[in-house]
């Protein structure tokens, strides 16, 4: 079985990496031998063990009927979209671990693949290394899915970790993740929340079957987190991580990433560093958990080979994905209750007890540095956002899952 690797980057030179380290792991399970027959990459990489199987034209890969099978670990929607289009178009299946390109035209191709009978597959694209596509397609199939969290992006995750533990600088453990081949080509991806959001985007259209659109899905990053924010936090008895939710809410759906307060009693409370974790809750079954490393080179890589294996069982054969084109029609916040913590300056000591009775508040955490924050009783988003434009002294706010 013969295949060609997409992009010779972080991810592409792990998918290598896995099919040459762990061949007979891979050839005794498979029954067959999965080979890499050609690197397309623009640059060279003189030295390299696979140096000789890097090709620039594309269309070589594409006219090899040998080549069966495409990784594409390139990242961004174009080429990806095209090359994965013209690959599918021949009965290729397409393995990838892009989540920009699946979030932005995953049905299409999944339909393409079905009509060519081939396999547009993307375990990579959601929680690197975590198998989370698999179950949603298959172990939960009987269950109605009511709620997915998780924490969906390694680098953030690592960065707040480090941030609260260490007391690190935003910035320099941003480059640490970058160093370690975490972040995206621009991080701003990661810390704005957007990568998260594509990722909860391609979970909340498996949940459905239908397509949840990523401009629907309400996104906050992490860049207004300030170190006082912890200190708070830990008084508190929480821990705050960036989440991305999509609930069924009762018929108004609605799918968000923001920073959260995590108490202790939610599994994603102890969920450090680059590890992802991803509840999925179903009427049935209750919570299912699935944790592991959720960016990196192999991990990621692993995940993209669990699917190359999958293809290579089911040649000519198409899996079941239960996404379609059609678009689900998603709710915003607004009518979402829970509880806010909400931090002021030094300064609004003296209006405390009105901004206590403004926000119904229910527990005053003081800080030993700078100033305070209360914790809020339960309301909607829009109630909240009516009652904090009334006042002008609030330095920061963050939402909490218990
Ligand atoms: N930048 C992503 C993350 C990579 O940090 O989670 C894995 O998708």
């Known amino acids: 079985m013969k295949a060609a690797v997409l992009g010779y980057g972080t991810v592409g030179s792990g998918v290598v990496e896995v099919l040459q380290k762990n061949k007979e792991e891979i050839s005794r399970k498979l029954q067959d031998e999965i080979e890499v027959k050609y690197i397309l990459d623009l640059r060279e990489f003189p030295g390299d063990p696979n140096e000789n199987l890097v090709v620039h034209d594309y269309q070589t890969i594409l006219d090899d009927e040998e080549v069966m099978i495409i990784c594409e670990t390139m990242g961004g929607v174009e080429p990806a979209y095209t090359f994965s289009k013209k690959a599918l178009l021949k009965g290729k299946s397409v393995c990838t671990s892009n989540k920009e390109l699946v979030a932005a035209h995953g049905p299409e191709l999944i339909r393409i693949a079905r009509e060519n009978h081939c396999n547009y597959m993307f375990e ?24 997915i969290t998780g924490i969906l992006n390694g680098t953030t995750n690592f960065i707040l970790t480090k941030m609260r ?23 701003e991806a990661d810390v704005e929340g957007h990568d998260a959001g594509r990722k909860i985007a391609i979970l909340s259209s498996l949940m459905y079957g239908e397509t949840v659109k990523y401009a629907d899905v309400y996104t906050e990053g992490i860049t207004k987190i300030s170190p006082v924010d912890f200190e708070l936090a830990k008084q508190a008895g929480y821990v705050i991580k960036l989440l991305a939710m999509s609930k069924a809410n009762d018929g108004r759906p ?18 450090d560093g680059v590890f992802n974790g991803i509840l999925v809750r179903g009427n049935m079954l209750g919570n ?65 007890e009105q901004l206590k009775e403004l926000f119904s508040a229910e527990k005053v955490i003081e800080s030993e540095t700078d100033g305070f924050a209360f914790i809020t009783k339960n309301m909607s988003e829009a109630d909240y956002k009516m009652k904090a434009e009334t006042v002008d002294c609030i330095k920061g706010m963050i939402r909490i899952e218990e």
Request: charged content about 25%; hydrophobic content about 40%.
């Open 124 to 147: 990579a694209s959601v929680g690197g290394g975590i198998p989370i596509i698999r179950p949603l397609n298959s172990s939960l199939t009987p269950e109605k899915i009511e709620g």
């Open 288 to 352: 299912t958990m699935y944790y592991g490393a959720g960016a990196g080179k192999l991990p990621t890589a692993s995940a993209v080979v669990s699917d190359v294996v999958d293809c290579a069982r089911h040649k000519g054969v198409t899996i079941s994905c239960n996404w379609l084109e059609k678009e689900k029609k998603m709710n915003g916040i607004e009518e979402v209750s829970r509880r806010f913590f909400v931090r002021f300056d030094a300064d609004s000591k003296s209006d405390l």
């Open 165 to 187: 533990d260490e007391g690190a600088d935003f910035n320099s453990v941003l480059k640490e993740a970058q160093d370690m081949g975490y972040a995206e080509k621009n991080p």
């Open 254 to 271: 609605y799918a968000m990433v923001a920073p959260f307060l995590v108490s202790k009693a939610n599994p994603l409370f102890a969920v």
